[in-house]
T-cell receptor, first 114, second 109 residues
């Protein structure tokens, strides 16, 4: 039982390049999330998918797109990377309807945009 | 909008008790959660309060006052391994959480 996995762990991009961050969970969770974490800024929600087939914007969606490929996988795409997108990206999942909405996080992807 | 306030840093010694406060302003409120993060790794869930009062889980307790829009995390019998960042987060519906900026706890011998 791997929980939430993310690939890659590290990535360096040049401004204008594109890339897709991958996330998968094996806990049969309905809901999945993408956050970014910057120093002193806590975790900010980029996009989420409350259930398979749906996606919604979070607090900071500009410059990103997402795809809920199936129940297990939720990817985040940067079409044209900018230095402001240098951050640590965390994927998370939770069981829809659970009262405490406990979210399980992956290990993160550390992205640097030059 | 939503905003959460928590101290940026707290220091304490091993064996002591420390309290990390969190105040929030949100347009909707279902509950307050606490997460722990070591050295920039994956955040992990600690506790959740939906109703007023104290929830205890081992050495950690969490308190909520909905009327005061206030909560705190209480850590007892501090250990070196408790050195980490602690985040409060509001569940305001739609399965999403809004996180505070985090409190870095430094435990010294």
């Amino acid at each position: 039982n791997a929980g939430v996995t993310q690939t890659p762990k590290f990535q360096v991009l040049k401004t204008g390049q594109s890339m897709t961050l991958q996330c998968a969970q094996d806990m049969n969770h309905n809901s999945m999330y993408w956050y970014r974490q910057d120093p002193g800024m806590g975790l900010r929600l980029i996009y989420y998918s409350a259930s398979e087939g749906t996606t919604d914007k979070g607090e900071v969606p500009n410059g990103y797109n997402v795809s809920r490929l199936n129940k297990r996988e939720f990817s985040l795409r940067l079409e044209s990377a900018a230095p402001s997108q240098t951050s640590v990206y965390f994927c998370a999942s939770s069981s829809q309807g659970q009262v405490d909405n406990e979210q399980f996080f992956g290990p993160g992807t550390r992205l640097t945009v030059l | 909008g939503q905003s959460l306030e928590q101290p940026s840093e707290v220091t304490a010694v091993e064996g002591a008790i420390v309290q990390i406060n969190c105040t929030y302003q949100t347009s909707g409120f279902y509950g307050l959660s606490w997460y722990q993060q070591h050295d920039g790794g994956a955040p992990t869930f600690l506790s959740y309060n939906a109703l007023d009062g104290l929830e205890e889980t081992g050495r950690f307790s969490s308190f909520l006052s909905r009327s005061d829009s206030y909560g705190y995390l209480l850590l007892q019998e501090l250990q070196m391994k408790d050195s980490a960042s602690y985040f409060c987060a509001v569940n305001s519906g739609y399965s999403t959480l809004t996180f505070g900026k985090g409190t870095m706890l430094l435990v010294s011998p």
